[in-house]
């Protein structure tokens, strides 16, 4: 990326195609997309880039094995497709990872119908390692005994355990990383992005967009940036953009948020794949307890969110302790308590029975919302749902706020070289270190502290190793 006072002169001095709000995946994903396809695009973020859903997410880049079970193949699909686009694009960041599910008889999850299944998802999947390297391929499923799934994970509950299928899916060893490496590739291809520019007003001219007013949280003075298309990446953002600018009320889905978060335990991993386990043995919930950096991942949990503000959604002690209460239950022997917990990873996800009656249920489909009936031609929403579709979410907006017409995709636009780390371990020598911050600082606009240790790297993610590094780093920042 540029310097960020080259970023903000750029976007207070050119016209663009099309102006995307939210740095998260979704923005960067449609950023990139429109990029690579020769936009003028550019990008504003209200706080630090990937800082919210896209940082909180499980980590796991899912191929569609789920969709089998209602037979949805377009789904499934599309799936298969976005995980290889990934695991091909970014090797650095993602790899195989195996996947266990015990089964005990109830419902489909029985091992003669999840042989079935998997044996059908490696058939319809068999493009799933084209162009991979083989470090990057994805093996076939497998149905495994009851002695076989207890010898790889003794924290399996025995009783009634039939055996269990074993499947794999991609894994994001770094997605904050990834993010920033999505940057790179679309600012590369001519997309200016800009954090910590807050999005204040959708400018509009006989019910048309005709640019987006912007504060810079940083300056704190005001920029117009002028476009006719507006993508909203940001979900509730929209809602309040459309209020300040005089438009119609906006579409209710927008204010229906659910609460969905994830933990990051003091404890090992039960086992070296990501085992999928319900306190009802296969009803109910379903978590998946994650290998990651030497660590216990567990998620994930939701519930509706009622609170109102969407600033910095976090559960509650009562959530925690019930999701631990269930994650002991389902499995034996952890004995996981709010000690053990390091980090909450949490946000707010779209949701399809929020509110105070509702169950929490989350949205399994993106929402694409064209404003242009609520007076604002040229203003979209995307709601998106996963990380792992996230680029396939992006052609398809991008698609709709072209007119149908999607641009086609220009060979000059390939990603540039990746650059090179660490990004998981912060360097012990001061002169490696030092050069490492001010290098990020320089080029990745870090404005603060976490945006370095939490969102450039994975150094501070453990709070402990942060609270050690800082000291070094404010001192190689000049802080």
Same mark, same amino acid.
């Given at each position: 990326?540029?310097?960020?006072? #080259?970023?903000?002169d750029q976007l207070a001095t050119q016209h663009f195609d099309l102006a995307v709000?939210?740095?998260?995946?979704?923005?960067?994903?449609?950023?990139? #997309?429109?990029?690579?396809?020769?936009?003028?695009?550019?990008?504003?973020?209200?706080? *630090?880039?990937?800082?919210?859903?896209?940082?909180?997410s499980l980590r796991i880049l899912h191929g569609g094995l789920r969709y089998l079970q209602s037979l949805d193949l377009p789904r499934f699909f599309e799936s298969v497709r976005e995980r290889r686009w990934f695991m091909q694009n970014f090797p650095e960041c993602c790899q195989p990872l195996e996947c266990l599910m015990p089964l005990y008889g109830h419902g489909l999850k029985r091992p003669a119908i999840l042989r079935a299944a998997v044996a059908l998802n490696d058939t319809l999947s068999w493009r799933r390692n084209a162009e991979l390297? @083989?470090?990057?391929?994805?093996?076939?499923?497998?149905?495994?005994?009851? $002695?076989?799934?207890? %010898? +790889?994970?003794?924290?399996?509950?025995?009783?009634? /355990?039939?055996?269990?299928?074993? &499947?794999? *899916?991609? +894994?994001?060893?770094?997605?904050s990383r990834l993010l920033i490496e999505m940057l790179h590739w679309a600012t590369h291809a001519g997309a200016t992005c800009l954090n910590y520019a807050q999005a204040t007003e959708v400018q509009l001219q006989d019910g048309r967009v005709v640019g987006l007013k912007v504060t810079d949280s940083h300056t704190h003075d005001s920029l117009t940036i002028k476009t006719d298309r507006i993508i909203n990446c940001a979900g509730q953002w929209a809602a309040r953009a459309l209020h300040q600018a005089d438009a119609p009320d906006p579409p209710s889905e927008l204010e229906q948020p659910?609460?969905?978060?994830? !933990? /990051?335990? =003091?404890?090992?991993?039960?086992?070296?794949?990501?085992?999928?386990? $319900?306190?009802?043995?296969?009803q109910g919930r379903m978590y998946f307890l994650t290998?990651?950096?030497?660590? /216990?991942?567990?998620?994930?949990?939701?519930?509706? &969110?009622? +609170?109102?503000?969407?600033?910095?959604? +976090?559960?509650?002690? %009562? =959530?925690?302790?019930?999701?631990? #209460?269930? !994650?002991?239950?389902?499995?034996?022997?952890?004995?996981a308590t709010t000690d053990h917990v390091l980090r909450v990873w949490s946000g707010l996800i779209p949701a399809r029975h929020p509110g105070p009656e509702g169950d929490g249920e989350t949205a399994h489909r993106a929402t694409v919302i064209d404003h242009a009936p609520l007076g604002?031609?040229? /203003? &979209?929403?995307?709601?998106?749902?996963?990380?792992?579709?996230?680029?396939?979410?992006?052609?398809?907006?991008?698609?709709?706020?072209? @007119?149908?017409? !999607?641009p086609t995709l220009l060979e000059n636009k390939q990603r540039p070289t990746p650059h090179e780390g660490p990004w998981d371990t912060a360097p012990t020598d001061t002169v490696q270190l030092t050069d490492a911050v001010q290098r990020l600082h320089a080029e990745e606009a870090v404005l603060h502290l976490d945006d370095l240790l939490l969102r450039r790297t994975d150094w501070g993610v453990v709070p402990a190793d942060a609270r050690a590094l800082a000291p070094a780093v404010l001192t190689a920042l000049g802080w």
């Open positions: 990326m540029m310097r960020r006072s #080259e970023q903000r709000v939210g740095g998260g995946i979704s923005g960067v994903a449609v950023a990139l #997309e429109a990029a690579r396809r020769g936009q003028r695009v550019a990008l504003v973020e209200r706080d *630090d880039f990937g800082q919210h859903c896209s940082f909180n390297p @083989e470090a990057q391929h994805i093996p076939r499923g497998k149905v495994l005994s009851a $002695s076989a799934t207890r %010898a +790889q994970c003794q924290h399996v509950p025995p009783q009634g /355990l039939r055996g269990a299928v074993r &499947w794999h *899916d991609g +894994q994001m060893t770094n997605p659910a609460l969905a978060f994830n !933990l /990051l335990l =003091d404890l090992p991993a039960i086992s070296h794949a990501a085992v999928a386990l $319900s306190p009802g043995r296969g290998p990651w950096h030497n660590r /216990l991942m567990v998620g994930t949990f939701h519930r509706p &969110w009622t +609170q109102g503000s969407t600033a910095s959604p +976090q559960p509650t002690a %009562a =959530d925690i302790a019930l999701f631990l #209460e269930e !994650l002991n239950t389902s499995t034996p022997g952890l004995n604002a031609k040229g /203003l &979209w929403t995307l709601q998106a749902v996963k990380y792992t579709t996230a680029m396939a979410e992006a052609r398809r907006v991008l698609r709709r706020a072209c @007119e149908g017409r !999607l």
